[in-house]
């Protein structure tokens, strides 16, 4: 379905699989929130995101774990929010999730092997982004 219907899917799986809406784990973007801040709630309105309004919709409940991930916030023209959702990554963002993947992967690694420990190198790095 698309993102404004995408009640009708998280229903549906819930159905399929016997899932109650305490196992939900919704991620959806926020351009209200700085590119990358995460923002995790129980439970909660939709905040004006049309795809958590479906979802509440369809499931008939608010009771479940949404995950905002902030993608910030263009220029004050409706049409630029549109195309900055679900446009390319800037390079800076780009940057920013390879930074991140490199940070996570090296967390893994240091996990496995936790004798080799180089993750400060990659976290610094990491938070000194802002877009």
């Known amino acids: 379905t698309m993102m404004n219907d995408s009640g009708i899917a998280v229903k549906a799986v819930l159905n399929y699989f016997g899932g109650d809406v305490n196992d939900l784990i919704v991620f959806v973007d926020d351009i209200d929130r700085d590119y990358g801040q995460l923002r995790i709630k129980k439970s909660g309105a939709s905040g004006g995101h049309n795809g958590l309004k479906s979802i509440v919709s369809q499931i008939a409940s608010q009771e479940f ?3 905002r991930i902030g993608t910030g916030r263009p220029a004050h023209n409706p049409q630029a ?3 900055h959702v679900l446009g390319d990554f800037s390079p800076l963002q780009l940057e920013l999730v390879h930074n991140h993947d490199q ?3 090296q967390r893994q690694s240091n996990h496995l092997h936790p004798h080799q420990n ?3 190198q990659l976290l610094p790095q990491y938070r000194n982004h802002s877009s």
Do not use: A, E
């Open 118 to 120: 180089n993750s400060k």
């Open 81 to 83: 929010v549109i195309k």
């Open 65 to 67: 774990l949404r995950i």
């Open 103 to 105: 940070y996570h992967q």
